[in-house]
């Protein structure tokens, strides 16, 4: 109930706002009384999420990307490839077995230059899972709008970081501000046609000092168009990004205490390769905690090494894991 109280707040450009100022009031940052409330919330939903397995897994079916975006390192990988079915099938059928039901099908890479993402969309589909993935939607033609429909895609995240060309392809270089809206608007309204709910298309927008500008613009005119909108704060990428993010970010606002990280209870993150990392801002591999080529979700997700980091975390000693140390990515707990 909190958590859909909260995602539809942060949908609304007023409600965005609102959730960043109370966010950074004393009433939060470095109150005793929000502290001992918020650390108690911390470890009742940490002692629940201790006796199962992750609640989803997020699956890089590949980590190739065509675009060259300001605030992402992809520009630093060194190796890149597409996953193989047999892999894929392996990794889905232990979900299925572990009763895991949310499946995101992307995480460093642009899921569109998979050439088998509709094949594997409708696998995990019939298993019974809830399927869904990021994209930059440049790659969104209105042949693969109708097949990731008729595939029974849940959900796609659009990342579209500008209300303008001149401030969209400065920031996604290499994409066209034209073509991109195009496709996002075709595949509403494909979706339109074939009289369907599905996938819920969510915009997301990362806001940089090169866009804040043009927020209200682009809440304007999509608002209506798609099932939600979301403004996200930049963040670091574990210190990979040295760019400044904007005053207002809560990633960046180092008076907010830092707390054990929710994404290493929640999420697995497996890389097209079967590496599981430890979380999905590890782009470059840096802590391997398992690999599913020979090993099961059960077997990483309950090994020393996942063990060791998520106690580091809880002794708030985040120096000891040297991927977290220059991290400054915040969990809001109230999420879970």
Not at 106 to 113: D, K
Request: charged content about 30%.
């Amino acid at each position: 109930m909190i958590k859909k109280t909260l995602s539809k707040i942060r949908s609304s450009r007023v409600g965005y706002n609102l959730g960043r100022k109370i966010l950074s009031t004393p009433f939060i940052v470095n109150s005793k009384v929000y502290d001992k409330i918020y650390d108690k919330k911390i470890n009742k939903t940490i002692n629940e999420l201790n006796r199962g397995y992750p609640l989803g897994v997020d699956i890089g079916t590949t980590n190739l990307c065509n675009a060259a975006c300001i605030m992402c390192p992809h520009s630093k990988l060194k190796k890149m490839g597409t996953m193989d079915m047999n892999l894929y099938k392996k990794i889905i059928d232990n979900c299925a077995r572990l009763n895991i039901k949310i499946i995101t099908l992307s995480f460093f890479g642009e899921p569109f230059l998979d050439k088998k993402i509709i094949e594997k969309i409708k696998y995990a589909k019939e298993k019974g899972m809830s399927v869904g993935f990021y994209s930059n939607a440049s790659l969104l033609t209105e042949k693969l709008a109708k097949e990731i429909i008729e595939a029974k895609l849940d959900n796609i995240t659009i990342s579209f970081d500008g209300a303008t060309k001149e401030t969209y392809e400065k920031i996604r270089k290499n994409l066209k501000f034209e073509a991109t809206k195009k496709n996002v608007l075709g595949l509403i309204n494909t979706r339109k046609k074939l009289n369907k709910k599905n996938p819920k298309i969510n915009l997301v927008l990362v806001e940089l000092e090169e866009n804040k500008k043009e927020i209200k613009q682009f809440y304007q005119y999509w608002k209506g168009k798609v099932d939600s909108i979301n403004i996200i704060n930049m963040r670091n990428w574990a210190n990979d990004i040295q760019k400044e993010g904007t005053k207002e970010s809560f990633h960046f606002n180092k008076k907010i205490k830092r707390k054990p990280c929710a994404l290493i209870w929640l999420k697995m993150v497996v890389d097209w390769n079967g590496e599981v990392v430890l979380c999905c801002d590890d782009w470059n591999h840096s802590t391997i905690i398992g690999n599913l080529k020979n090993q099961t979700i059960e077997e990483v997700w309950k090994g020393e090494r996942l063990r060791k980091i998520r106690e580091a975390h809880l002794r708030g000693e985040f120096y000891k894991v040297p991927l977290c140390a220059g991290c400054n990515k915040k969990s809001v707990w109230w999420l879970y």
